[in-house]
T-cell receptor, first 115, second 114 residues
Framework: AQSVTQLGSHVSVSEGALVLLRCNYS??????LFWYVQYPNQGLQLLLK??????LVKGINGFEAEFKKSETSFHLTKPSAHMSDAAEYFC?????????????FGTGTRLLVSP | EAQVTQNPRYLITVTGKKLTVTCSQN?????MSWYRQDPGLGLRQIYY???????DKGDVPEGYKVSRKEKRNFPLILESPSPNQTSLYFC?????????????FGPGTRLTVT
């Protein structure tokens, strides 16, 4: 079965600092990987996705993620945090015997940005 | 505007009183799904539908029912709600292809069962 592990339920950074949110996946087949962001009292919004093309994926709002098969990782980064980045971030995987539409989510990482 | 709508956004009810949470999308998507979000557990799939009259169980279907009589609507039914169904519920939809298309999420329904 596919699964996703997000290390750290909370990550705190200062405004302007590097953002690094960790995601490791488990999949018996080449996965599709996603990062979603959830702002307070809102639904989930897609930040970026990996679909077996380029391993470095650029998304919205300056975020990017790199697919590393050898490390089974798909960490999310942003060079310089903004206050508006404070939100909860979810890594998700799809593909294989669960189907390409079903998303299996990690437990989420709440990003806190201080001035 | 492409969107997924859910109603109601907030609901407080009592144990055993049947309720329905509606979900509607205007993108002509084949695939629709319900998730529940609980602290520390992320989002877990309850039910999904590949098209009209085609539904199947997700990972946590106990206590829930769904129907898909029209392509745009996918209501979630709780026949006899219990306190352990207190949660934040999301409906999502996407076009049916090989997972490349984005899943669009509704704004969520916060349900409290007392």
């Amino acid at each position: 079965a596919q699964s996703v592990t997000q290390l750290g339920s909370h990550v705190s950074v200062s405004e302007g600092a590097l953002v690094l949110l960790r995601c490791n996946y488990s999949s018996s087949v080449p996965p599709y990987l996603f990062w979603y962001v959830q702002y307070p009292n809102q639904g989930l919004q897609l930040l970026l996705k990996y679909t077996s093309a380029a391993t470095l994926v650029k998304g919205i709002n300056g975020f990017e993620a790199e697919f590393k098969k050898s490390e089974t990782s798909f960490h999310l980064t942003k060079p310089s945090a903004h206050m508006s980045d404070a939100a909860e971030y979810f890594c998700a995987v799809s593909g294989g015997n669960t189907g390409f539409q079903k998303l299996v989510f990690g437990t989420g990482t709440r990003l806190l940005v201080s001035p | 505007e492409a969107q997924v709508t859910q109603n109601p956004r907030y609901l407080i009810t009592v144990t055993g009183k049947k309720l329905t949470v509606t979900c509607s999308q205007n993108m002509n998507h084949e695939y629709m799904s319900w998730y529940r979000q609980d602290p520390g557990l992320g989002l877990r799939q309850i039910y999904y539908s590949m098209n009209v009259e085609v539904t199947d169980k997700g990972d946590v279907p106990e206590g829930y029912k769904v129907s898909r009589k029209e392509k745009r609507n996918f209501p979630l039914i709780l026949e006899s709600p219990s306190p352990n169904q207190t949660s934040l519920y999301f409906c999502a939809s996407s076009a049916l292809d090989r997972g490349i298309s984005e899943q669009y999420f509704g704004p969520g329904t916060r349900l409290t069962v007392t």
